[in-house]
């Protein structure tokens, strides 16, 4: 079994660790603490499990928090920070991060038109910036279970506004394995296997790593 010939990584349709870039909002415990649409202990596994990959694969980070600066909201979880502590994160006032002047000119500084975008809640925090960025061209990439809103219907109203518009919903599993793409690109392989390990999709992966060995 052969592998075609890598497609250019800056090009390619799919995501990849030279087109895309991560934007991370709001995972605060405030946020945290309300969200209804999921289980609260799967989403902090599953937000750390996507900021990993980022780390993993290269991809740039756009962090941003809310009101830490102004006192009224906590910094991001800790979970979160010892991931993404390092990086600078881009506080701000406005409910829709892309009215932020800062945020916005961090996103431009990627040079990627690919925008894997995860906030707190689905229905303000995520739909607002990923509304403005497709208004502006760029391609958004929704991680569904890695983020969450006040309840069901608000999660999933917000999604299918985001969608309707032209984003595009992904999961965390296929946000690994479409960086990944390729069991010979071996580099990463160590990083992918922990990432699913750590999020609790091991069983499948392990499985089609053995059959490559």
């Excluded at 892309?98 to 690919?114: L, M, N, P, S, Y």
């Excluded at 569904?144 to 992904?170: C, F, M, N, Y």
């Excluded at 690994?176 to 609790?200: H, K, S």
């Amino acid at each position: 079994m052969t592998s075609e010939a890598i497609r250019n990584p800056a090009t390619d349709h799919l995501l990849t660790p030279s087109n895309a870039a991560l934007v991370v909002i709001d995972y605060q415990p405030v946020q945290v603490n309300s969200i209804a649409s999921m289980d609260r202990q799967l989403l902090v596994d599953n937000i750390v499990g996507v900021a990993k990959a980022a780390v993993a694969y290269g991809l740039p980070i756009v962090h941003s928090t809310v009101n830490v600066t102004s006192g009224l909201n906590k910094p991001p979880i800790p979970q979160l920070r010892k991931v993404l502590g390092e990086l600078p994160t881009y506080d701000r006032t406005t409910i829709n991060s892309w009215e932020d002047i800062e945020f916005r000119q961090a996103i431009v500084a990627t040079g990627r038109r690919k925008l894997i975008m995860t906030a707190l809640w689905t229905e303000a925090c995520l739909t607002f910036p990923a509304l403005d960025a497709l208004k502006e061209g760029y391609e958004v990439y929704v991680v569904v279970d890695a983020v969450g809103g006040t309840s069901l219907a608000a999660h999933d109203a917000a999604l299918r506004r985001i969608e309707q518009a032209g984003g595009k919903p992904i999961s965390v599993a296929q946000l690994f394995c479409e960086l990944q793409r390729d069991w010979q690109r071996r580099d990463t392989v160590p990083a992918f296997m922990n990432l699913f390990i750590e999020t609790g999709g091991t069983a499948g992966i392990q499985f089609s790593y053995d059959r490559t060995e």
